[in-house]
């Protein structure tokens, strides 16, 4: 099984800085099946970024996605106060399908 | 609109069954692999299980593998989830969700979830 494993688990931030969240997969993944998801409190998950680094449909350029192998990032610039809520890595590469544990973002 | 409505959800007992459906409408829901994932309260998401366009094929996690069997109905445009011998462990809101292809599988479009509470 893929552990992937989310760093840091809660990260402290103002409106308008930059937010940088890492995904560490214990094997390689393929980078096409690697995905973002944000979660907000009583709410489904929503898609963010797919392959890596491919924006979903109707997703802000604030956000944005990065890295292969072992190593992914995604950034979100510019923090607006929607943006304050839990982000997933999910990887589709082998199966069992698995999650990160998830990054809490927090207003600071 | 893509819109995936589950229901189904409630409190059982231990070692009881519970089946649980899920909706869709707004895309050709024949045409998509489709998907459940749960998450404990507190907990992160857990993938549990995938079914092919057509039913032949179907994927589970280890956790649920011969408790669990997902099916679906695409005259009636609903998917399943049968919930047999269930544990506390398996306590958790249960999201259905479609899967799409695009070098490689997007859980693009999710419901809001049904609640699945496992008590005596």
């Known amino acids: 099984e893929v552990v992937l494993t989310q760093s840091p688990g809660t990260l402290s931030l103002s409106p308008g800085e930059r937010a940088t969240l890492s995904c560490r997969a214990s094997?390689?993944?393929?980078?096409?099946?690697l995905a973002w998801f944000q979660q907000k409190p009583g709410q489904a998950p929503r898609l963010l970024i797919y392959?890596?680094?491919i924006r979903a449909t109707g997703i802000p350029d604030r956000f944005s996605g990065s890295g292969s192998g072992t190593d992914f990032t995604l950034t979100i610039n510019r923090l607006e106060p929607e943006d304050f809520a839990v982000y997933y890595c999910?990887?589709?590469?082998?199966?069992?399908?698995?999650f990160g544990q998830g990054t809490k973002v927090e207003i600071k | 609109e893509v819109r995936l409505v589950e229901s189904g959800g409630g409190l059982v007992q231990p070692g009881g069954s519970l089946r649980l459906s899920c909706a869709a409408s707004g895309f050709t829901f024949s045409s998509y692999w489709m998907t459940w994932v749960r998450q404990a309260p507190g907990k992160g998401l857990e993938w549990v299980a995938n079914?092919?366009?057509?039913?032949?094929?179907?994927y589970y996690v280890d956790s649920v593998k011969g408790r669990f069997t997902i099916s679906r109905d695409n005259a009636q445009k609903s998917l399943h989830l049968q919930m047999n011998s269930l544990r506390a462990e398996d306590t958790a809101v249960y999201y259905c969700?479609?899967?799409?292809?695009?070098?490689?599988?997007?859980?693009?479009?999710w419901g809001q979830g049904t609640v699945v509470t496992v008590s005596s």
């Open positions: 969700a479609r899967l799409a292809w695009s070098n490689g599988w997007i859980f693009d479009y």
């Open positions: 094997q390689s993944v393929n980078g096409g099946y």
């Open positions: 392959g890596a680094s």
């Open positions: 079914i092919m366009q057509d039913g032949s094929e179907s």
């Open positions: 999910q990887q589709c590469s082998i199966s069992p399908w698995t």
